[in-house]
């Protein structure tokens, strides 16, 4: 949106442009203004002018960190994909000339094999084409049967596509799996009614799509269907909790990190008040009924398939009470599960001797119910 502050009028630069601008940077002249905004699991730069009119500039991967010459010739920014992590790259502000300038993880990756993941698409709910990345491990055979893994993401306004120091498909992959990563309803870079299609709806379509892309992947020559486990972490742990009361019986085995496990509980003790009444249309005593339809702690009598639980004790979004009650809802029903408990750390796992634990303790639970020798 564009201010005059002469005039007092407001205006709009990307009113046909159907996604959210990112980290908008001025040209030094003031004439034209760069940003990066997500596109089907990639986040390319883009241009506008004063009078209007948007151009990709830089596709392709995930850039992001854009800074300009002093003269205005050239951007700076960041550049990264899901097998690679940044490194810095320079491009004219027409996008042309694109070149890299670092090479810092060249050494390491050099004696890494490491496939980039494929772009699929496939039929979600109501006839969605969703998109998903598809990772391989590494010396992958076709001729071979592999386990599945579903990595479901958080937000769930949010998206797979770039690299990640926690959650990183690549490695998982490397395990020896095969793992589909699908964007579902919810995703951000498919269009605003894609994300808000999630409003009110968190076990409806977007679990569609995301069974679908189970199916998908399943029907793959190269997958061990009856070799599935399914994980994810905020969100992504909300729906591992949901599939364990509808759709457990699909996985051999379950990883649901810092999940919301009963949403009217979660109500009273996140610390994103906000969030909760803005996806259930109001507070829950006003609306009782769309915080108890897609709560998982509602189907806790279907539970069957063995499940590791993980959360900090500093995490304030979704408290980790959320965890405890899920965990006893398993042990009650003498259902196989673990409970991982970090004092130190919040709704991510940011410390590396953590993160050590948390690989190895994610990655034993799977091998043992996919038997897979780590």
């Known amino acids: 949106m564009l201010y005059d502050r002469q005039s007092g009028s407001t ?17 030094p002249n003031s004439s034209m203004l760069f940003f990066e ?17 948007v151009h990709k500039i830089v596709d392709g991967d995930n850039n992001q960190d854009v800074a300009i010459s002093p003269d205005g010739s ?17 491009a004219r502000t027409d996008g042309s000339q694109l070149q890299r300038i670092t090479g810092i993880n060249d050494a390491i990756f050099a004696s890494l094999e490491i496939p980039s993941p494929e772009s699929v698409w496939y039929e979600g709910a109501a006839g969605a084409k969703i998109q998903a ?7 992958f055979d076709a001729r071979k049967k592999y386990p599945l893994i579903l990595m479901i993401h958080g937000g769930p306004q949010g998206s797979w596509g770039g ?32 994300t808000d299609d999630i409003r009110g709806d968190w076990g409806g379509k977007v679990f569609i799509d995301i069974m679908h ?31 364990l009361g509808n759709a457990g019986n699909r996985f051999k085995a379950l990883v649901s990190h810092a999940g919301i496990y009963n949403f009217e509980s979660m109500y009273g003790s996140t610390d994103e008040v906000w969030f909760d009444e803005w996806e259930h249309g109001g507070m829950p005593w006003e609306r009782p009924e769309e915080y108890r339809r897609y709560s998982p702690h509602m189907f806790a009598q279907n ?21 405890m009650q899920l965990f006893t809802a398993l042990q009650r029903q ?21 993160s050590i634990l948390w690989h190895t303790t994610v990655f034993g639970w799977l091998a043992q119910y996919l038997h897979v020798k780590n």
């Open 11 to 27: 205006r709009s630069l990307t009113p046909q442009f159907d996604a959210s601008v990112g980290a908008p940077l001025w040209s």
């Open 37 to 53: 905004s997500e596109e089907k699991g990639t986040t390319p730069l883009f241009s506008v002018s004063l009078a209007g009119g």
């Open 74 to 90: 050239f951007l700076l920014f960041t550049r990264a994909h899901a097998a690679r992590p940044v490194e810095l790259y320079r």
């Open 133 to 139: 990345w598809l990772f391989k491990p590494p010396q």
């Open 163 to 194: 690299w990640s120091y926690r959650w990183n498909p690549p490695l998982w992959a490397a395990q020896g799996y095969v793992v589909i990563a699908p964007n579902p309803r919810g995703s951000t870079g498919f269009g605003q009614q894609f």
């Open 213 to 243: 892309g189970v199916d998908y992947a399943a029907a793959l020559p190269y997958v061990d269907s009856t070799r599935m486990a399914a994980a994810g972490a905020s969100f992504g742990g909300y729906m591992v909790n949901y599939i």
């Open 303 to 323: 539970f069957t398939t063995p499940t590791l639980v993980i959360h900090g004790a500093n995490d304030f979004r979704i408290p980790f009470t959320e965890a």
């Open 334 to 354: 003498g259902v196989p599960s673990q409970f991982l408990y970090f004092p130190d750390e919040t709704h991510w796992v940011l410390k590396p001797a953590n």
